[in-house]
Every structure is written in C-alpha cells, then in structure tokens.
C-alpha cells in the first residue's frame, strides 16, 4: 500500500469502518504476496499449519496430534501448508471450548481451522472435532471472534520477521566477507615474501 493511501485511509476517520480495515487488509496481503518466494526461503517467517498449536504454549495441542485419530480424508493440499497464522484459544465462558487457528497461507488463500475440544482444560489427544475451510478476512472475524486489526497485524509481522531474518543474513555475510578479505591479505603476503626469499 502506498504511504499516501495508507494515510488516507486512516486519518480521515476516528474510527476505522469494515470497508476500511478489508482494504488495509488487501492492500497488506498484496505486499505479502510479493515478499512470499522470500518468506518461503527466510528461515522462521512461514509456518506449518501442523506445527501451530491450538492453544497457545501447550504443543501438545497441535492439529497434528489429533489427526492419529480422526477420519481425516487422505487428500489436504492446504492442511499440509505453510503460512502466517495466530491463534484464538477458548473462551472461559464458551461451553463447546472452541479453538482457532486462521492465517493466510502460501497457497494465497485465508484459511481457518476449528478445533472442537473435549474439556477447556486442555488435555492431550481431548479432541472431538477439527475443520478446516478456505475462508476469507471477515467470515474469519465474524467465525473466529478475531479483529480485523488482528489479521492486519499479523501479515505486518511477517513482513518485519523477513526484514530481521534479512538482517541477520547480512551481518553474517558480511562477517564472512570481511574473513575472506584478511584470508586473501595473509596469502598475498605469504606469496610475496616467498618470491622475495627466493
């Protein structure tokens, strides 16, 4: 998104509308697009749906250890993704003790899981249910009780954890730069002081 846009949209009002952060979102979600080869090379930016527990701290959690045993069909191209994704835990006063994980994967699609547990204590292999659906930012916000600031914010880590990861490619490039330089150096003059000797 342009600085001018960007500006626009969120000075000319106290309080951003729907239409606003979908627009924010969209124009976010296109700077990621662009950045995702990078994204997918950067060590720690993407991450695997499997990989994300469903309550956060607790790994036990992950999608993964439920797929042992639910009927999952044999075929799931985005389940088996990577991408950006946060997670919404149950709610102390839910009764079904929901949980969600939603994101925007490298597929280029919204996706949202639903992990349906047992018990809010969070017992391991407690899982009734898992779904998983292609979605989009305000079926996510109304479904998940997420905020759009939320999904915008989210994209927005992305971009400064590929700028970190970039910073530290460079300081360690750099770095071994600087060590083939006095490595040339100390063979240039073990080079002309044997001509010299002999």
């Given at each position: 998104?342009?600085?001018?846009?960007?500006?626009?949209?969120?000075?000319?009002?106290?309080?951003?509308?729907?239409?606003?952060?979908?627009?924010?979102?969209?124009?976010?979600?296109?700077?990621?697009?662009?950045?995702?080869?990078?994204?997918?090379?950067?060590?720690?930016?993407?991450?695997?749906?499997?990989?994300?527990?469903?309550?956060?701290?607790?790994?036990?959690?992950?999608?993964?250890?439920?797929?042992?045993?639910?009927?999952?069909?044999?075929?799931?191209?985005?389940?088996?993704?990577?991408?950006?994704?946060l997670?919404?835990?149950?709610?102390?006063?839910?009764?079904?003790?929901?949980?969600?994980?939603?994101?925007?994967?490298?597929?280029?699609?919204?996706?949202?899981?639903c992990?349906?547990?047992?018990?809010?204590?969070?017992?391991?292999?407690?899982?009734?249910?898992?779904?998983?659906?292609?979605s989009?930012?305000?079926?996510?916000?109304?479904?998940?009780?997420?905020?759009?600031?939320?999904?915008?914010?989210?994209?927005?880590?992305?971009i400064?954890d590929?700028?970190?990861?970039?910073?530290?490619?460079?300081e360690?490039?750099?770095?071994?730069?600087?060590?083939?330089k006095?490595?040339?150096?100390?063979?240039?003059?073990?080079?002309?002081?044997?001509?010299?000797?002999?």
């Open positions: 998104m342009s600085e001018d846009v960007f500006l626009d949209t969120v000075l000319r009002t106290e309080h951003l509308t729907e239409r606003d952060w979908l627009e924010l979102i969209k124009q976010r979600q296109q700077t990621v697009l662009e950045l995702m080869p990078d994204m997918a090379w950067a060590n720690g930016v993407l991450t695997r749906l499997v990989d994300v527990p469903c309550i956060p701290g607790q790994e036990a959690h992950s999608p993964r250890r439920a797929l042992a045993s639910l009927p999952w069909p044999e075929s799931f191209p985005v389940f088996k993704g990577r991408g950006l994704f997670c919404r835990p149950p709610r102390r006063s839910e009764d079904d003790c929901t949980s969600y994980i939603v994101g925007f994967t490298e597929n280029r699609t919204w996706l949202a899981v992990v349906y547990l047992r018990k809010c204590e969070g017992k391991p292999d407690q899982f009734d249910e898992v779904k998983q659906e292609i989009t930012p305000s079926h996510i916000v109304e479904m998940a009780k997420v905020s759009y600031g939320d999904l915008w914010f989210l994209l927005g880590q992305a400064e590929l700028a970190k990861r970039r910073r530290e490619e460079l360690l490039l750099n770095a071994l730069a600087e060590r083939v006095m490595e040339s150096r100390i063979i240039v003059a073990i080079e002309t002081d044997h001509k010299v000797t002999r």
